[in-house]
Nanobody, 124 residues
């Protein structure tokens, strides 16, 4: 059974940090790039970050550049999103997803597998 489990969310004050984790199982992890998306109440799901299969290529949406870092551990089948200097506008449910594609990584339709999401709330 394919599973992507995102965890590590929580409530944090503005300026604080959180590290999200995404645990994968049931598929050949090394063959898939991983993306993080988020969805705030009343808004569409948006791309946050992407990491290639080997970890050599990473991309971020402009609003999180310099604050968020994505990295992965293929041996443990884990992907992480380190979020620093959090802002209230970062409040959302965060999802990890897996894709075999290396293009159009910012589009949710590119991704084959999705996790269940973890809530991040940043208070002002």
């Amino acid at each position: 059974e394919v599973q992507l489990q995102a965890f590590g969310g929580g409530l944090v004050q503005a300026g604080g940090s959180l590290r999200l984790s995404c645990a994968a199982s049931g598929f050949t992890f090394d063959d898939y790039a991983i993306g993080w998306f988020r969805q705030a109440p009343g808004k569409e799901r948006e791309f946050v970050s992407y990491i290639s299969r080997g970890g050599g290529n990473t991309y971020y949406t402009d609003s999180v550049k310099g604050r968020f870092t994505i990295f992965r551990d293929n041996a443990d089948k884990m992907v992480y999103l380190q979020m620093n200097f959090l802002k209230p506008e970062d409040t959302a449910v965060y999802y990890c997803a897996a894709t075999s594609a290396s293009i159009r990584y910012h589009l949710s339709g590119t991704y084959k597998y999705w996790g269940q999401g973890t809530q991040v709330t940043v208070s002002s």
